[in-house]
């Protein structure tokens, strides 16, 4: 007899990114005009994720070197163009705002981020 288990958040968190990894590789489809599907090659990440522990790397191609010189380009701009010395929430919404920035694009165009223990057989 099946009786439903509880779910916890590992469980879930677990499912959300079988979800997410199915629809990469959904996207990871071409169809040509014959109706036939080939299978592309897969896209290198710009950010792949930490060794040990959660979240990503050091960029691993031109595009994630660009995305972190833009930041840190932005960055130096933004104590010019919002001095902390006269006004700290200006310039702490302006830094909040650029490291949003580049947490949406690591997470767009890099590896999921998960919690890893170094060589595990999961990465």
């Given at each position: 007899?099946?009786?439903?288990?509880?779910?916890g958040a590992e469980s879930?968190?677990?499912?959300?990114?079988?979800?997410?990894?199915?629809?990469?590789?959904?996207?990871?489809?071409?169809?040509?005009?014959?109706?036939?599907?080939?299978?592309?090659?897969?896209?290198?990440?710009?950010?792949?994720?930490?060794?040990?522990?959660?979240?990503?790397?050091?960029?691993?191609?031109?595009?994630?070197?660009?995305?972190?010189?833009?930041?840190?380009?932005?960055?130096?701009?933004?104590?010019?163009?919002?001095?902390?010395?006269?006004?700290l929430i200006p310039f702490?919404?302006?830094?909040?705002?650029?490291?949003?920035?580049?947490?949406?694009?690591?997470?767009?165009?890099?590896?999921?981020?998960?919690?890893?223990?170094?060589?595990?057989?999961?990465?």
């Amino acid at each position: 007899m099946w009786v439903p288990r509880r779910l916890g958040a590992e469980s879930i968190q677990s499912a959300a990114w079988a979800v997410a990894d199915a629809i990469r590789n959904l996207n990871a489809l071409e169809h040509t005009p014959q109706g036939t599907i080939l299978m592309q090659t897969p896209t290198r990440y710009w950010f792949p994720a930490k060794k040990f522990g959660w979240g990503w790397g050091i960029p691993d191609t031109w595009q994630g070197w660009i995305v972190l010189a833009i930041f840190f380009i932005l960055l130096l701009a933004g104590v010019f163009l919002f001095p902390p010395a006269t006004g700290l929430i200006p310039f702490l919404a302006y830094v909040t705002s650029l490291s949003l920035g580049l947490i949406a694009v690591c997470w767009l165009k890099g590896e999921p981020p998960r919690w890893r223990w170094g060589d595990d057989e999961n990465n």
